[in-house]
């Protein structure tokens, strides 16, 4: 990659919420000091919402670096879940074994560890990301569950983190009681134009850069206006914009490479951009480019040997991960938030480990960064992604039946005939996944 030429310690512009590259504009520490609040005020809920990309994860993430040792958290990411998942999980976040327990059972076991904390003298700490997507019956439980008091005060404290659609659902009528509750209510907006190039310095900063221009001054209005201000696109644009100015041997960020970049990322002014779509979006323009554009490669996705689903790969990157904002979504425990990116150039594809606590498997050995070939099998905690290089002019033959989703392929170059050996299973298991 480009870390050498640019002599940087690692690379600036993952996608991984982590909590040393966080920038805090005037929104985010304001957001910051609403959740450090709750630590001290445990009468009521605190809500923060901001647009998908926006950096509430990574904010969540630096808070709980600091929070004091008396807090003991419990950290819900998993929220398409039924009400007794929802108290099975909460409990077993605090080291209950929950999941034979009726609800009646569940409900007093939470009761009394809240009460047993406060009595010791802690404090305990509910944060909820992706509460968007709690249905009204899970919603309802966190009330009541907010309700569990001793004589002075509450004894749990709750933060809720989402997309804007977790505004219009608390303020459903339904949920009245609820939002009764809510004391403090914030929503992240994206980066102005001036945060937007703070933001990258800042970034590059942390990664190696010190006092270096890397990105010429010209190129950050060009980044502002195709990426709106927010930091997950900001990082997109910028990895591939450093990627444009490797390739041409260069260590300096030029507008030029801001247009390739753009170009092969196929984007299209933010302003231009259909609201109220975040990055759900990215996957739905590229099903229309799907639609108009030949594929370079296709991705399949398989389970216990059967496809669920397949994507054709184009120019640009695609991120895996488990959460509806990503490109590519496989909704696994075993998967992390943003496990994995794939860049697709007109020459070859690239699969990058994005600190994904499963890792990718080829071979049975873990890789960071894998080029990826024809036939190729990667294992990502229980799937697999079967790659297929519509590049290639020989024909497949079909998948072995024995293994199911390895390809026995026919190279026409006899020194890659041994290259495709049967695929084992790592002893190492996947964990796990959903606090990542």
């Not at 609800?103 to 007093?108: G, M």
Request: hydrophobic share 40%; with cysteine.
């Amino acid at each position: 990659m480009y870390i050498e030429p640019f002599q940087l310690k690692e690379l600036p512009f993952r996608l991984s919420p982590d909590p040393q590259f966080l920038f805090l504009s005037k929104q985010h520490a304001r957001a910051k000091a609403y959740m450090e609040s709750t630590i001290w005020f445990a009468d009521g809920f605190v809500v923060i919402t901001g647009e998908i990309g926006a950096g509430k994860t990574t904010l969540i993430e630096s808070f709980l670096r600091e929070i004091p040792q008396d807090v003991v958290v419990a950290q819900i990411n998993q929220t398409q879940v039924s009400a007794m998942d929802f108290l099975q999980s909460l409990l077993a976040q605090f080291g209950f074994s929950p999941f034979k327990m009726k609800k009646s059972e569940l409900l007093v076991t939470l009761n009394n560890f809240l009460i047993e904390q406060y009595a010791a003298g802690r404090r305990v700490l509910l944060i909820v990301d992706e509460a968007q997507n709690l249905s009204q019956r899970v919603l309802e439980e966190i009330r009541l569950l907010s309700g569990v008091e001793t004589t002075k005060e509450k004894v749990l404290r709750i933060i809720l983190a989402g997309q804007p659609e977790l505004n219009a659902k608390l303020d459903a009528p339904e949920l009245v009681q609820l939002n009764q509750r809510v004391r403090l209510r914030f929503h992240l907006t994206a980066l102005s134009p001036e945060e937007t190039a703070e933001y990258i310095r800042h970034r590059l900063g942390v990664a190696g850069a010190g006092e270096r221009e890397i990105f010429a001054p010209d190129t950050f209005a060009e980044i502002h206006r195709y990426t709106g201000g927010v930091p997950r696109l900001i990082n997109t644009l910028c990895d591939t914009a450093m990627m444009a100015a490797f390739t041409d041997d260069r260590d300096r960020v030029l507008p030029a490479d801001i247009a390739g970049a753009v170009a092969e990322l196929q984007w299209v002014e933010y302003a231009a951009r259909p609201k109220g779509l975040g990055s759900g979006a990215a996957a739905r323009t590229r099903a229309r480019r799907d639609s108009v554009l030949p594929p370079l490669a296709r991705l399949q996705v398989l389970e216990g040997g059967h496809m669920q689903q397949e994507i054709a790969l184009l120019p640009g990157r695609l991120i895996v991960g488990r959460t509806p904002d990503n490109d590519l979504q496989i909704d696994s425990r075993f998967i992390s938030r943003h496990h994995c990116q794939i860049t697709t150039t007109n020459h070859a594809c690239i699969i990058e480990d994005l600190n994904s606590t499963n890792g990718l498997y080829v071979r049975s050995l873990r890789v960071h960064q894998h080029y990826l070939r024809d036939g190729d099998v990667v294992l990502i905690g229980k799937h697999e992604l079967l790659y297929l290089d519509e590049r290639l002019p020989h024909a497949r033959a079909n998948l072995n039946d024995t293994l199911p989703g390895l390809p026995t392929l026919g190279h026409e170059d006899d020194t890659l005939a041994g290259e495709d050996l049967p695929l084992e299973i790592p002893t190492v298991l996947p964990r796990s996944d959903s606090q990542s």
